[in-house]
């Protein structure tokens, strides 16, 4: 039963470097999300993927992109990371978009 | 907008302490309610749910009823266990973009022996 997996589950990256954060889940869930998680501010949705070829803006979509590579998979990419983003990140799938989401474990970025 | 706002933590209680994490929301029309917790590095999990007004969500000996007139979602617990211990999340969704889940800030629960 792995459910949602993240990889990786650490990674420290310098200020303009590029990173993609992967995501696949193998539960046929139809809808998947990106949120970052910061102290004080519980968790902020950054990308949203409602159907295998769509995605749309959450919350704080500023200095990333993602793409739905088919319907398991959904990455999360940094261009140049900024300090800014030192942040948790979690990957989540529900079956539709009115279901409960399942989350992975997180990916703990640290940019320097 | 809609919104979630929990009690700051962290709460901290002795084992088979009676346990309440007060939630209430800001949203139009009938948003469905929802409390996820989140172990120790792990991601959240969900815990309860409540899809419309009156409705009590129930798991793992956690409740928490849907009021619309008060516009909460607290949620309680009568003998907490030091496996409690952990981050509890209310959040919810949208009625009008159900794609998106609104979060409170998230309150920490200590238990100690």
């Known amino acids: 039963n792995a459910g949602v997996t993240q990889t990786p589950k650490f990674q420290v990256l310098k200020t303009g470097q590029s990173m993609t954060l992967q995501c696949a889940q193998d539960?046929?869930?139809?809808?998947m999300y990106w949120y970052r998680q910061d102290p004080g501010m519980g968790l902020r949705l950054i990308y949203y993927?409602?159907?295998?070829?769509?995605?749309d803006k959450g919350e704080v979509p500023n200095g990333y992109n993602v793409s739905r590579l088919n319907k398991r998979e959904f990455s999360l990419r940094l261009e140049s990371a900024a300090p800014s983003q030192t942040s948790v990140y979690f990957c989540?799938?529900?079956?539709?978009?009115?279901?409960?989401?399942?989350f992975g474990d997180g990916t703990r970025l640290s940019i320097l | 907008g809609n919104s979630v706002t929990q009690m700051e933590g962290p709460v901290t209680l002795s084992e088979e302490a009676f346990l309440t994490i007060n939630c209430t929301y800001t949203?139009?029309?009938?948003?469905?309610l929802f409390w996820y917790v989140q172990y120790p590095g792990e991601g959240l999990q969900l815990l309860l749910k409540?899809?419309?007004?009156?409705d009590k969500g129930s798991n793992k000996g956690f409740e928490a009823t849907y009021r619309k007139e008060t516009t909460s979602f607290h949620l309680e617990k009568g003998s907490v266990q030091v496996s409690d211990s952990a981050v509890y999340f209310c959040?919810?969704?949208?009625?009008?973009?159900?794609?998106?889940?609104?979060f409170g800030t998230g309150t920490r629960l200590q238990v100690f022996p």
């Open positions: 989540a799938s529900s079956r539709t978009s009115n279901q409960p989401q399942h």
């Open positions: 539960m046929n869930h139809n809808s």
């Open positions: 993927s409602a159907s295998e070829g769509t995605t």
């Open positions: 949203a139009t029309g009938y948003p469905s």
């Open positions: 409540a899809t419309k007004a009156d």
């Open positions: 959040a919810l969704s949208d009625q009008r973009n159900t794609d998106k889940l609104i």
